[in-house]
């Protein structure tokens, strides 16, 4: 039975690397416009500190609000599931139709 191999150069594997970081940026990016747009518009404090951070590797989305636990326990009809679930949902979605680019 003959053998079979595959050899990736440390070329490639910076490109692939790059392009992985840059779909991870772009879904995180997309995510947080999403997550933004689920806060409800009553609570227009809620939007205006919602805020995304990079910090080296961590990509964070943040509620920076002391009622955003409340929000996303369903508080507001606006969003009755919360922001974080369907942010979740929507990360995957944006990871597949990056990583699919890839």
């Not at 689920?38 to 205006?48: E, L, Q, S, V, Y």
């Not at 590797?57 to 679930?85: F, N, Q, V, W």
Request: no cysteine; net charge positive; aromatic share 8%.
């Amino acid at each position: 039975m003959a053998k079979a191999s595959v050899k990736i150069s440390k070329r490639d594997m910076r490109k692939l690397q790059k392009e992985i970081d840059k779909a991870i940026d772009v879904s995180v990016e997309e995510t947080y416009d999403f997550f933004k747009s689920t806060t409800p518009i009553d609570k227009g404090n809620a939007r205006r500190n919602t805020k995304y951070r990079q910090k080296s590797t961590k990509r964070i989305i943040k509620g920076d609000y002391p009622y955003a636990g409340r929000l996303d326990d369903g508080y507001s009809k606006h969003a009755p599931k919360g922001m974080t679930k369907p942010s979740f949902k929507e990360l995957e979605k944006q990871l597949t139709k990056e990583f699919r680019r890839i």
